[in-house]
Protein backbone atom coordinates (compact mmCIF):
# COMPACT_ATOMS: atom_id res chain seq x y z
CA UNK A 1 0.00 0.00 0.00
CA UNK A 2 1.68 3.31 -0.65
CA UNK A 3 2.56 5.60 2.52
CA UNK A 4 1.91 9.36 0.93
CA UNK A 5 -1.27 10.51 0.11
CA UNK A 6 -1.87 13.67 -2.13
CA UNK A 7 -4.71 15.79 -2.15
CA UNK A 8 -5.82 17.12 -4.27
CA UNK A 9 -5.70 14.29 -7.30
CA UNK A 10 -6.17 17.41 -9.58
CA UNK A 11 -5.36 20.84 -9.63
CA UNK A 12 -6.17 23.51 -12.29
CA UNK A 13 -4.98 26.78 -12.43
CA UNK A 14 -4.03 29.63 -14.30
CA UNK A 15 -0.18 31.05 -15.18
CA UNK A 16 1.13 32.96 -12.78
CA UNK A 17 -1.12 31.73 -9.74
CA UNK A 18 -0.09 29.81 -7.02
CA UNK A 19 -0.12 25.89 -6.83
CA UNK A 20 -0.13 24.00 -3.38
CA UNK A 21 -0.49 20.48 -3.00
CA UNK A 22 -0.72 18.42 0.22
CA UNK A 23 0.59 15.14 0.91
CA UNK A 24 0.13 12.74 4.29
CA UNK A 25 1.72 9.75 5.00
CA UNK A 26 1.12 7.34 7.99
CA UNK A 27 4.24 6.36 9.71
CA UNK A 28 7.52 8.01 11.13
CA UNK A 29 10.00 9.10 8.26
CA UNK A 30 13.74 10.33 7.90
CA UNK A 31 13.24 12.21 4.96
CA UNK A 32 10.45 13.76 2.76
CA UNK A 33 10.65 14.29 -1.09
CA UNK A 34 9.00 15.95 -3.63
CA UNK A 35 9.06 14.28 -7.59
CA UNK A 36 7.73 16.40 -10.53
CA UNK A 37 6.77 13.69 -13.46
CA UNK A 38 6.04 14.82 -16.71
CA UNK A 39 4.06 13.19 -18.86
CA UNK A 40 5.62 9.80 -20.15
CA UNK A 41 8.94 10.66 -18.87
CA UNK A 42 10.61 9.57 -15.65
CA UNK A 43 10.50 10.96 -12.08
CA UNK A 44 12.60 14.33 -11.15
CA UNK A 45 13.38 14.99 -7.83
CA UNK A 46 12.61 18.21 -7.04
CA UNK A 47 13.51 18.96 -2.91
CA UNK A 48 13.95 16.78 0.21
CA UNK A 49 12.92 18.26 3.15
CA UNK A 50 14.48 16.28 6.77
CA UNK A 51 12.44 15.24 9.50
CA UNK A 52 13.77 17.57 11.98
CA UNK A 53 13.06 20.76 9.56
CA UNK A 54 10.10 22.28 9.31
CA UNK A 55 10.15 24.26 6.30
CA UNK A 56 12.74 24.59 2.89
CA UNK A 57 12.86 26.85 -0.22
CA UNK A 58 14.47 26.13 -3.46
CA UNK A 59 14.04 28.91 -6.22
CA UNK A 60 9.86 29.25 -6.48
CA UNK A 61 9.38 25.95 -4.53
CA UNK A 62 8.93 25.60 -0.74
CA UNK A 63 8.12 22.79 1.04
CA UNK A 64 6.14 22.68 4.84
CA UNK A 65 7.03 19.45 7.20
CA UNK A 66 4.73 18.82 10.19
CA UNK A 67 5.44 15.19 11.77
CA UNK A 68 3.25 16.06 14.63
CA UNK A 69 0.39 16.02 11.67
CA UNK A 70 2.41 13.56 9.40
CA UNK A 71 2.02 15.72 6.72
CA UNK A 72 3.48 18.02 4.05
CA UNK A 73 2.98 20.64 1.74
CA UNK A 74 4.65 21.62 -1.80
CA UNK A 75 3.86 25.37 -2.75
CA UNK A 76 5.05 26.36 -6.44
CA UNK A 77 4.47 30.18 -7.13
CA UNK A 78 4.19 32.22 -9.50
CA UNK A 79 3.54 29.08 -12.09
CA UNK A 80 4.42 28.67 -15.18
CA UNK A 81 3.17 26.63 -18.51
CA UNK A 82 6.07 24.48 -18.10
CA UNK A 83 5.08 23.71 -14.32
CA UNK A 84 2.07 21.15 -15.82
CA UNK A 85 3.41 17.85 -14.29
CA UNK A 86 2.08 15.11 -11.60
CA UNK A 87 3.92 15.78 -8.52
CA UNK A 88 4.67 13.20 -6.00
CA UNK A 89 5.66 13.13 -2.82
CA UNK A 90 7.73 9.86 -1.34
CA UNK A 91 8.92 9.44 2.28
CA UNK A 92 12.10 7.39 3.09
CA UNK A 93 11.11 4.62 5.80
CA UNK A 94 14.18 3.52 7.40
CA UNK A 95 17.49 3.84 6.03
CA UNK A 96 16.86 2.59 2.29
CA UNK A 97 12.99 2.49 1.11
CA UNK A 98 11.27 5.27 -0.96
CA UNK A 99 7.57 4.91 -1.07
CA UNK A 100 6.04 7.33 -3.55
CA UNK A 101 2.40 8.78 -3.08
CA UNK A 102 -0.42 8.57 -5.83
CA UNK A 103 0.34 11.99 -6.90
CA UNK A 104 -1.08 15.18 -8.13
CA UNK A 105 -1.86 16.00 -11.63
CA UNK A 106 -1.31 19.59 -11.87
CA UNK A 107 -2.21 21.77 -15.05
CA UNK A 108 -1.25 25.20 -15.69
CA UNK A 109 -3.20 27.21 -18.48
CA UNK A 110 -2.05 29.68 -20.16
CA UNK B 1 25.68 13.77 -18.48
CA UNK B 2 24.73 11.08 -16.31
CA UNK B 3 21.63 9.45 -16.32
CA UNK B 4 19.96 6.31 -15.67
CA UNK B 5 19.35 4.38 -19.00
CA UNK B 6 16.31 2.05 -19.56
CA UNK B 7 15.82 -0.63 -22.17
CA UNK B 8 13.49 -1.45 -24.13
CA UNK B 9 11.36 1.95 -23.54
CA UNK B 10 8.68 0.25 -25.27
CA UNK B 11 7.57 -3.71 -25.69
CA UNK B 12 4.61 -5.39 -26.63
CA UNK B 13 4.16 -9.15 -26.52
CA UNK B 14 1.99 -11.65 -25.63
CA UNK B 15 0.32 -13.30 -22.32
CA UNK B 16 2.54 -16.03 -21.50
CA UNK B 17 5.88 -14.89 -23.24
CA UNK B 18 8.98 -14.07 -21.26
CA UNK B 19 9.89 -9.92 -20.79
CA UNK B 20 13.11 -8.54 -19.66
CA UNK B 21 13.91 -4.93 -18.89
CA UNK B 22 16.90 -4.00 -17.89
CA UNK B 23 18.45 -0.74 -16.38
CA UNK B 24 21.93 0.89 -16.30
CA UNK B 25 22.59 2.95 -13.01
CA UNK B 26 23.98 6.30 -12.87
CA UNK B 27 27.95 4.94 -12.68
CA UNK B 28 28.86 5.29 -8.91
CA UNK B 29 25.61 4.72 -7.56
CA UNK B 30 25.30 1.65 -4.98
CA UNK B 31 21.08 1.51 -4.71
CA UNK B 32 19.06 0.67 -7.65
CA UNK B 33 15.48 0.49 -7.35
CA UNK B 34 12.43 -0.82 -9.40
CA UNK B 35 8.73 0.52 -9.50
CA UNK B 36 5.62 -0.22 -11.47
CA UNK B 37 3.46 2.55 -12.25
CA UNK B 38 -0.40 1.91 -13.19
CA UNK B 39 -3.22 4.67 -12.94
CA UNK B 40 -5.14 2.51 -10.89
CA UNK B 41 -2.19 1.36 -8.46
CA UNK B 42 0.13 4.55 -8.83
CA UNK B 43 4.03 3.81 -8.43
CA UNK B 44 4.78 0.59 -6.17
CA UNK B 45 7.92 -0.44 -5.33
CA UNK B 46 9.15 -3.90 -7.00
CA UNK B 47 12.40 -4.93 -5.38
CA UNK B 48 15.68 -2.89 -4.32
CA UNK B 49 19.51 -3.16 -4.03
CA UNK B 50 22.26 -2.02 -2.55
CA UNK B 51 25.68 -3.18 -3.29
CA UNK B 52 23.96 -5.40 -5.91
CA UNK B 53 22.50 -7.15 -3.24
CA UNK B 54 18.78 -7.78 -3.26
CA UNK B 55 17.45 -5.77 0.35
CA UNK B 56 13.82 -5.86 0.24
CA UNK B 57 11.20 -7.48 -2.75
CA UNK B 58 8.32 -7.98 -1.24
CA UNK B 59 6.71 -5.92 -3.24
CA UNK B 60 7.11 -8.19 -6.36
CA UNK B 61 4.84 -10.97 -7.02
CA UNK B 62 7.64 -14.04 -6.40
CA UNK B 63 5.75 -16.57 -9.04
CA UNK B 64 6.98 -14.61 -12.08
CA UNK B 65 8.98 -11.84 -11.33
CA UNK B 66 12.40 -12.22 -10.82
CA UNK B 67 15.19 -9.18 -10.47
CA UNK B 68 19.02 -9.42 -10.49
CA UNK B 69 22.06 -7.78 -10.62
CA UNK B 70 24.77 -9.20 -12.37
CA UNK B 71 27.01 -6.66 -11.87
CA UNK B 72 27.60 -2.56 -10.98
CA UNK B 73 26.24 -1.66 -14.25
CA UNK B 74 23.42 -3.72 -14.95
CA UNK B 75 20.39 -4.41 -13.13
CA UNK B 76 17.64 -6.66 -14.72
CA UNK B 77 13.86 -7.44 -14.14
CA UNK B 78 12.21 -10.57 -15.40
CA UNK B 79 8.73 -11.80 -15.92
CA UNK B 80 8.08 -15.24 -16.70
CA UNK B 81 5.17 -15.81 -17.72
CA UNK B 82 3.87 -12.43 -18.70
CA UNK B 83 0.11 -11.72 -18.06
CA UNK B 84 -1.81 -8.80 -18.91
CA UNK B 85 -2.01 -7.48 -15.58
CA UNK B 86 1.72 -7.19 -15.92
CA UNK B 87 0.54 -4.10 -18.41
CA UNK B 88 2.75 -0.97 -17.12
CA UNK B 89 5.48 1.14 -17.17
CA UNK B 90 8.16 -0.05 -15.20
CA UNK B 91 10.97 2.72 -14.29
CA UNK B 92 14.47 2.07 -12.24
CA UNK B 93 16.15 4.38 -9.92
CA UNK B 94 19.18 4.60 -8.78
CA UNK B 95 20.53 6.46 -5.70
CA UNK B 96 23.98 6.15 -3.05
CA UNK B 97 23.56 4.35 0.32
CA UNK B 98 24.08 7.32 2.76
CA UNK B 99 19.85 7.85 2.05
CA UNK B 100 19.26 11.25 2.95
CA UNK B 101 19.76 11.96 -0.86
CA UNK B 102 17.46 11.78 -4.40
CA UNK B 103 16.80 8.63 -6.93
CA UNK B 104 17.62 9.65 -10.02
CA UNK B 105 14.96 7.86 -12.33
CA UNK B 106 15.17 6.44 -16.03
CA UNK B 107 12.67 7.11 -18.86
CA UNK B 108 11.07 3.40 -17.75
CA UNK B 109 10.04 0.92 -19.86
CA UNK B 110 6.12 0.62 -20.99
CA UNK B 111 5.41 -3.24 -21.32
CA UNK B 112 1.75 -3.86 -22.94
CA UNK B 113 1.11 -7.44 -22.53
CA UNK B 114 -1.81 -8.69 -25.06
Known amino acids: SQQGEEDPQALSIQEGENATMNCSYKTSINNLQWYRQNSGRGLVHLIL?????REKHSGRLRVTLDTSKKSSSLLITASRAADTASYFC??????????FGQGTRLTINP | DARVTQTPRHKVTEMGQEVTMRCQPILGHNTVFWYRQTMMQGLELLAY????????DSGMPKDRFSAEMPDATLATLKIQPSEPRDSAVYFC????????????FGEGSRLTVL
Open chain 2, 93 to 104: ASGLVQFTGELF
Open chain 1, 90 to 99: ATAQGAQKLV
Open chain 1, 49 to 53: IRSNE
Open chain 2, 49 to 56: FRNRAPLD
